[in-house]
Every structure is written in C-alpha cells, then in structure tokens.
C-alpha cells in the first residue's frame, strides 16, 4: 500500500535537489497508485518542468516505491 508518509520520504530526497535550483514540491494527493504533486517556486514555470517530473521525480519515485503507477503534476 502506498502510503502519504512514505511518498513524503521519497519527496524529502527529491526537494534536496530541487531546492538547490529555488523550486520545491508539494504532495497534493495519492489516489489510485498515482502520486498527484504541485511544482513550485522555480520549478513550477520552469519550461524543463515536464522533464524534471518524468525523468526524475517520477523514475526516483517509481524506483523506491514501486507500486506507483504515475507522478502527475497538477
């Protein structure tokens, strides 16, 4: 079962990364395997935003939980 407490984990080792760049991320929701999150700061009008989600929020997301089907951005 996908838990918000260990998506959070997961979150924490991501912001690290994302922070360094003046952006962060925001956990919205987890509905149905799918992890529902919120770019913001520099990340959230960032044009490589989309990158940055499928490439690494959603692969290390997908790595230490693999239960989950999805990453999307709302």
Known sequence: MIT?????EVLNKIR???KSE???I?????KDDIVY???KGACGTC???TLTMKNWV???MK????EVKAVQAV
């Open 4 to 8: 918000r407490e260990r998506v959070e």
């Open 16 to 18: 690290v990364g994302l």
């Open 22 to 24: 003046g952006g962060d």
């Open 26 to 30: 925001e956990l919205i929701d987890v």
């Open 37 to 39: 999150v919120k770019l």
């Open 47 to 49: 044009p490589m935003s």
């Open 58 to 60: 959603e692969t290390t």
């Open 63 to 66: 790595n230490d939980i693999p």
